[in-house]
Each structure stands twice: as structure tokens, then as C-alpha cells.
């Protein structure tokens, strides 16, 4: 990981924003900014400091991982090292995560900061924003857990069989992934079988799964912190009428949208054209959600790709492309696929087939 680059860049837009330093509480951000991947700990970064405050199950484990940080321990009581903390860095104005904290915490914090001068000032997105765009070597290790699930998805077809239960089915893919090497599961898998299909995120049940009816497999690994998302939807032997024309539909807005996706465009028109093809096959109300969001440290993060995404997709932007239809009583059909942002186009990187019946 490009420490220094991630850094500077973070100073720079401190600095565009007049403040002195950001406090980092979200896991993932202090993760990508530091690469200490403790369960418990904060940032403090200005342009002169990287401090590390983390307590004493972590400090060994902090120093080695992040070697270019000063450790800081501390304890439970905040009002006992905060302000030891942030007494000698001189600072006017600090950032904090505003989306991160609990309304108690940041009673606690403006509490604990009251008699010194110092400003807290709401941030939303910073780091987020950063990690949107990937690096190389994320892209490779997000390759690599999307490899993961695609193996495992060819598995799933395998050992699919009617009678077998979405639970069942779904213990023996996250069983397959953690063989193959994925670190614990970054969301809960999705098996969802005839109606439940229609329910885009519920959970598996003893339902036993039936012939001809859609089975919405819904899977992501994690490897060095870095997620995979993918969606396939099968059938065991023939599907009955409804699947053929559904599938259809949702895989012609996927393919729309693959030919046409480029550099620029934002979340927005993305999320509009494959619409578009769905509410042509009639099933507009059907495909309640967005069309897509960004991958990375978690397995939801920026980009999003739905109505009010404005902002522009660029260059190293890893996000998914699912678009699903959902009928209630019936089923859905969802078809996610995880694709990276280059230059002129999309590059695909998950390699599950398709066609599943
Ligand atoms: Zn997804």
C-alpha cells in the first residue's frame, strides 16, 4: 500500500478545507490511511504528525504494522487522554467523521475538548472518497477474493440438488470460500429460493430449494481486507415461464449498460440506461434498487451507482453492475457482476457464468 501518497493526499485536502488535522475513527479508513488492522484505535493526522491511539492489546501489534506512526496509548476514560493527546500539536481546527460516531461520543468529545481552543468540524467522505479510486494493488487483491467467489459459485452449481435447503447450501459455499482462502466472510451469503427470491437481501432459510424456480445466490470473499461481490441466479432443471423472460430482461440491462459504460459518466446515467431496459421489458417498478456500488475495504462503498449520483465514475473506480427484478409471490433475478473503470470502458472481473439453468 502507497502510504505516503494516501497521506499527502489526505493533507492536501485538510488543507484546502482550513483545517489543521483529522481524528480517523472508522476501521476501514484507519485501516487504508495506516495499515493497522486492530479491532480498537483512532488516528490523529496533521501535516506534521501521524499518531497512532490504540490500547495496550494493540500497541505491539500497531508499531509493527504501522511503523511510519507514533504510538499513543490510551484507556477507556477519554477525558484522560485526549487532551495529553491533543495538548502539544497546537490545533485550531480538527476534523472528525461526522458519519462515525455516535451522537454520545461526540457529547463526550466536545465535552472533553471544551477548555481548549480547539474546533471540531464535521467531515463526511474524506477517505471514502479517496478510496474510490483504486490502486493496482488493490485491484489485485480484490481480483483475487472475486476469484474466490467465482469458484465457489461453479461449486454451488455443483453440488445444487432440489431438496436441499438455502441454509445448507449457503454453510457449504462460505464452507468452499474459507477453503479457498477467504479471511471471514464480508456480508452474510444470500440463498434465496422461489418467493423468497423476490426479497433482495433476506436470509437463508430451511426452505427446501425446487425445480424450476429462481435461486438468487448472492456471495463475497475477503482477502488482506479487500472484498468481492457477486450475484448469480440459477435454476435447477426447467425453469418455469416467468424465469426465461425475467432473466432476460436483467441480463440485457447488465450487457446495456457493460457496452456503453465509459469514463465520466456518472452513477446516474449509469443507473438510467440499465433501467431503461427493464422498464421496457415492463418490469420497471420491479428493480427497486440502485444499480450498483463501490468495492473495496467494505463490500458497500462509494461509488454509488443509482438516482441522485451525480458525481463522474473515474479511472480505477471498482463497483458492481447488478441490476435484479423482483416480483413478489413469484421470485427475482439478480445479476451482479464486479467491474473496474479504465480509460474508455469497464473491465469485468468476475468470470461466473452466466446462464444457469
Ligand atoms: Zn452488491
Redesign the pocket.
Known amino acids: 500500500m502507497n502510504l505516503n501518497s494516501r497521506l499527502s493526499r489526505l493533507c492536501q485536502s485538510l488543507a484546502e478545507k482550513g483545517l489543521d488535522g483529522v481524528f480517523i475513527s472508522q476501521p476501514e479508513n484507519w485501516y487504508y490511511l495506516s495499515g493497522f488492522d486492530g479491532s480498537a484505535g483512532y488516528l490523529l493526522i496533521t501535516p506534521q504528525h501521524r499518531i497512532l491511539a490504540t490500547d495496550f492489546r494493540y500497541l505491539e501489534q500497531a508499531g509493527s504494522q504501522a511503523p511510519d506512526y507514533e504510538i499513543f496509548p490510551i484507556s477507556n476514560d477519554l477525558a484522560e487522554w485526549l487532551p495529553r493527546l491533543t495538548a502539544d500539536l497546537d490545533l485550531k481546527k480538527l476534523g472528525f467523521e461526522a458519519g462515525h460516531i455516535s451522537f454520545a461520543f461526540y457529547r463526550e468529545l466536545t465535552d472533553v475538548l471544551k477548555p481548549s481552543p480547539l474546533k471540531l468540524v464535521p467531515l463526511s467522505g474524506l477517505v471514502e472518497t479517496m478510496r474510490a479510486v483504486k490502486e493496482p494493488e488493490e485491484i489485485k487483491l480484490i481480483t483475487e477474493a472475486a476469484g474466490i467467489a467465482d469458484s465457489a459459485c461453479a461449486h454451488a452449481e455443483e453440488i445444487i440438488r432440489p431438496g436441499i435447503s438455502e441454509q445448507e447450501l449457503a454453510w457449504e459455499i462460505e464452507k468452499f470460500m474459507r477453503e479457498q482462502g477467504s479471511q471471514a466472510l464480508p456480508f452474510d451469503i444470500i440463498v434465496a429460493s422461489g418467493p423468497n427470491s423476490a426479497l433482495p437481501h433476506t436470509k437463508p432459510s430451511p426452505r427446501p430449494i425446487n425445480p424450476g424456480e429462481p435461486v438468487v445466490i448472492?456471495i463475497?470473499a475477503r482477502v488482506s481486507g479487500y472484498s468481492s461481490?457477486l450475484?448469480r441466479t440459477l435454476c435447477l432443471g426447467k425453469p418455469d415461464d416467468n424465469f426465461n423472460k425475467v432473466y432476460t430482461a436483467v441480463l440485457g440491462a447488465q450487457l446495456a449498460i457493460l457496452a456503453i459504460m465509459k469514463e465520466g459518466m456518472s452513477g446516474e446515467e449509469a443507473d438510467a440506461i440499465a433501467r431503461t431496459v427493464i422498464e421496457q421489458a415492463g418490469y420497471g417498478p420491479a428493480f427497486g434498487h440502485g444499480l450498483?456500488?463501490g468495492?473495496g475495504l467494505a463490500?458497500?462503498e462509494l461509488p454509488r451507482l443509482g438516482k441522485g449520483a451525480t458525481e463522474p465514475l473515474l479511472p480505477g473506480m471498482v463497483f458492481?453492475l447488478?441490476p435484479g427484478i423482483y416480483l413478489s409471490g413469484w421470485g427475482g433475478v439478480r445479476i451482479?457482476d464486479m467491474v473496474v473503470m479504465t480509460k474508455d470502458k469497464v473491465n469485468v472481473i468476475s468470470k461466473a457464468r452466466k446462464v444457469m439453468t
Open positions: 448472492d463475497g461481490d450475484s450498483g456500488h468495492v463490500p458497500h458492481t447488478e451482479e
